[in-house]
């Protein structure tokens, strides 16, 4: 338990830091937009292309590592989609962020770091892989979704066009085929401008999570209740059982099988709100479900954690 309060306690004081800011005045909410804008079309982009540009996969692939996961992020994705559509009654292009929360484990942050904690580093094999696809899976589903919501009137014939100029025009897919062009051709930066990519890259994530506390001020979870349990249950219970049940099915190791359950159980990245935010749609839901899921996780991740062999 103190290994996981030492990996999330962290990121609740640099969000609670970037709350307490915009509350006491002290920066403005226009700064927290200007925040937010950097992080999700500069940081975050370099830090997505430096991760997969330097990743190195080795040893044996197993695609059931990758079903057992995925399985459940889509299956996540559609129950958080219906469900905000046709039980709270949301329309189609907030119910796709809805889904988008389901869908968008931390896989990085916090997933990466348990799970380092918990096993070791030699254990992050699954892991690595996991997160190679994760942000092109879960960005893919959720712009083409979008594009399709809010296609109202166009015919079938140019919806894809639309998804496709809206992934292409995305800075956080752009980052990832960066990344992944250059570690295909083995290519490599030159030294200062890699010592600048890595100056940006360390900037990311603290002032990402700096800029959703300053958002969270702005949209508290009043009346989005219901919906924010639903958050909760699907990414920190529905989504690791299904993991879990998958990979036992289909006998992966044991280590894999560790590193596809916890980062199944891992509560909603910070891209879920910057999904939102992209689209300016349910945003007050997706940083409360953030906020709220991974405070819950604490308790959720050590129950996991017991279970696992």
Not at 92 to 116: K, P, Q, Y
Not at 226 to 237: N, T
Request: aromatic share 10%; proline share 4%; with cysteine.
């Amino acid at each position: 338990m103190q290994a996981l309060l030492d990996v999330i306690l962290p990121v609740f004081l640099v969000i609670g830091a970037g709350y307490l800011t915009v509350w006491r005045g002290v920066i403005s909410e226009g700064t927290i937009d200007g925040l937010m804008s950097y992080t999700q079309t500069i940081a975050i982009p370099v830090l997505l292309f430096k991760a997969i540009s330097t990743l190195s996969l080795q040893g044996q692939f197993d695609p059931w590592v990758l079903i057992s996961f995925y399985t459940g992020s889509a299956t996540g994705f559609t129950v958080g989609l219906l469900s905000a559509r046709h039980l709270f009654h949301r329309d189609w292009e907030d119910s796709v962020v809805i889904g988008f929360c389901c869908l968008f484990a931390n896989s990085v942050m916090i997933g990466l770091a348990v799970t380092e904690r918990a096993y070791g580093t030699d254990a992050l094999q699954a892991n690595f892989l996991i997160v190679a696809l994760h942000s092109p899976f879960c960005y893919g589903l959720g712009i083409t979704a979008m594009e399709i919501a809010r296609a109202k009137g166009t015919p079938a014939r140019a919806v894809p066009g639309k998804v496709l100029r809206a992934m292409f025009r995305n800075a956080l897919v752009i980052g990832i085929l960066a990344g992944a062009f250059t570690n295909l051709f083995d290519l490599s930066l030159p030294r200062p401008v890699d010592d600048a990519v890595d100056m940006i890259v360390r900037t990311g994530l603290p002032v990402a999570l700096f800029g959703m506390g300053g958002v969270l001020y702005r949209y508290r979870p009043q009346g989005d209740g219901r919906i924010i349990a639903l958050i909760c249950g699907v990414s920190l219970i529905l989504h690791p059982s299904i993991a879990w049940t998958l990979g036992t099915l289909s006998g992966i190791t044991t280590e894999a099988f560790r590193s596809v359950v916890l980062t199944a159980a891992m509560a909603p990245g910070i891209n879920s709100y910057v999904f939102a935010n992209m689209y300016g749609r349910a945003r007050r839901v997706a940083a409360s479900g953030v906020l709220i899921a991974t405070a819950l996780s604490v308790l959720t991740v050590w129950i996991w954690l017991t279970l696992l062999p």
